[in-house]
């Protein structure tokens, strides 16, 4: 019989996204704000690049995003986050295929040892989820990781809508985001999370190096350093990012239509050729970055 685990390993899809690692926009575009208008639009649209986890102390929210949010009618993050449905639907997918377990994807060996680290590390045995993939693992990682108690902005979204009365609407579901990441087979996942905590110092390192980057604002540059940070997330970033773009490309031009909508979605999402920015461009809208004070 399945284990049942915390909800709070389900944000992991997010954050792995984007912390595992048209036209370049100049240095004088760099930007997490842009503003999308033109053609049938209702109004000024905005996306914004999120990170999907950082400490506290490293999170702005400046004025200029504060301005998008209020002049927006609704917000849309990948997932509706304030669906009821949400929890369920994610513990439907989240369970490894026919059955097997964490041991059929570790060898003994590293079975072992993830589990003395989880055990020593984060106080908490691998059995209550031996039956998740191990991608959700991450979720138990991100505090380690960043050495303080996660902040995301998607949580803040959130509380600004509810705060301003506004809808929360998803880009996908968390079937089609599952199937997306179901794409790396669990034994490649198994791999990711040994590789991790066998290399926790070089890993904080890398992801210190990424937010780092994020502050610079500089979109074009967070995607290349995903695809060049040498982890094995590069050989997937045609169904992580390319083709979750594409689908989402007719989603949000319907959300813009209908009403201004404040899009936020993770900053890996907006470089490169079939980034968002450029897939709009290419759709004849206009997409303008909003600079900061």
Known sequence: ????????????????????????????????????????????????????????????????????????ARIALELDLDDPRLLVEMGHISFLPRDSTLRNYFSAEDYDFVESWFKDSVGLSLAPMNNIRPLFLFGLLIGRLLECKPQSYEELFMAMARAQGKDV?????????????????????????????????????????????????????????????????????????TKRNQTWIPRIIEFAEEKPTFIAVGAGHFGGPHGLLALLRQQGYSVTPVMSE
Not at 4 to 28: G, K, N, Q
Not at 58 to 65: L, P, S
Not at 180 to 206: G, H, K, Y
């Open 1 to 72: 019989m399945r284990r049942r685990f915390s909800h709070r390993l389900f944000p992991v899809l997010t954050f792995f996204l984007f912390a595992t690692l048209s036209s370049p926009i100049p240095a004088s575009g760099q930007s997490l704000l842009w503003k999308l208008e033109g053609k049938d639009l209702a109004g000024a649209s905005y996306l914004y690049g999120t990170i999907h986890a950082i400490c506290p102390a490293d999170v702005v929210i400046g004025d200029e995003i504060t301005a998008a949010v209020g002049n927006s």
């Open 169 to 241: 609407i998803g880009l996908e579901t968390p079937a089609e985001q599952m199937a997306a990441f179901s794409r790396i087979p669990p034994r490649v996942q198994a791999t990711m999370v040994v590789t991790m905590l066998r290399n926790m110092d070089s890993t904080r390192a890398n992801f210190g190096a990424l937010t780092e980057l994020y502050r610079t604002r500089d979109v074009e540059a967070l995607y290349q350093f995903m695809l060049d940070s040498g982890i094995e997330y590069g050989r997937y970033d045609t169904e992580l990012l």
